[in-house]
């Protein structure tokens, strides 16, 4: 089985402020992890992913996610956020070997950037 | 352009009757899942499916039905909807299981 935790359900922060949506995750095998983005009545988007190799990955808008094996975190972060980042973000693991195509998410966190 | 399209997008239907919400995707992708999203739960996969003809339950799937007799085509079924199924439902695909899910735009289902 696994399971995601992401402890914040708001986080409000500034614009050009830093901001850090944390991701914890659980599972008896390996795993790769996705941080998905909801913008208001919309679907979700892949912000990005990490499957393997360097555990710092990135997004083309500036966010950036480390994987933490030790830790069992996957913390999505940008140094300067901007109005346009409001939206829910939701971490996600899929197991990758066998597990078929289940995809598990956190119960999201909701960013809400302010001037 | 790729894509998957659900339909419809807003659905108040009543206690009881039937319904399908209907998903396609242009992409080739064997898989191929449904999703429901509701407040402070995040989202919670209901069915997925691995090829054609294969289909296998997530986490809630309770009062759902599908079926995948084509491979772009993966349809929700509610053969009796109550108001506990009210919910913003997803249909998602992905080529692999390590691949990128590509989301519909949602269903927003409402029972009374």
Same mark, same amino acid.
């Given at each position: 089985a696994q399971s995601v935790t992401q402890l914040d359900s708001q986080v409000p922060v500034f614009e050009?402020?830093?901001? !850090?949506? &944390? %991701?914890?995750?659980?599972?008896?095998?390996?795993?790769?992890? /996705?941080?998905?983005?909801? *913008?208001? +009545?919309? =679907?979700?988007?892949?912000?990005?992913?990490?499957?393997? @190799?360097?555990?710092?990955?990135?997004?083309?808008? =500036? #966010?950036?996610? !480390? #994987? +933490?094996?030790?830790? $069992?975190? /996957?913390?999505?972060?940008?140094?300067?956020?901007?109005?346009?980042?409001?939206?829910? *973000? /939701? %971490?996600?693991? &899929?197991?990758? $070997? =066998? @597990? @078929?195509?289940?995809?598990? /998410? @956190?119960?999201?966190?909701?960013?809400?950037?302010?001037? | 352009e790729a894509q998957v399209t659900q339909n419809p997008r807003y659905l108040i239907t009543v206690t009881g009757k039937k319904l399908t919400v209907t998903c396609s995707q242009n992409m080739n992708h064997e898989y191929m899942s449904w999703y429901r999203q509701d407040p402070g739960l995040g989202l919670r996969q209901i069915y997925y499916s691995m090829n054609v003809e294969v289909t296998d339950k997530g986490d809630v799937p309770e009062g759902y039905k599908v079926s995948r007799k084509e491979k772009r085509n993966f349809p929700l079924i509610l053969e009796s909807p109550s108001p506990n199924q009210t919910s913003l439902y997803f249909c998602a695909s992905s080529p692999t299981p390590g691949g990128q899910a590509f989301f519909g735009q949602g269903t927003r289902l409402t029972v009374v």
């Open positions: 050009e402020a830093p901001v !850090e949506l &944390r %991701c914890n995750y659980s599972s008896s095998v390996s795993v790769y992890l /996705f941080w998905y983005v909801q *913008y208001p +009545n919309q =679907g979700l988007q892949l912000l990005l992913k990490y499957l393997s @190799g360097s555990t710092l990955v990135e997004s083309i808008n =500036g #966010f950036e996610a !480390e #994987f +933490n094996k030790s830790q $069992t975190s /996957f913390h999505l972060r940008k140094p300067s956020v901007h109005i346009s980042d409001t939206a829910e *973000y /939701f %971490c996600a693991v &899929r197991q990758n $070997t =066998g @597990g @078929g195509n289940k995809l598990t /998410f @956190g119960t999201g966190t909701q960013l809400k950037v302010e001037l | -």
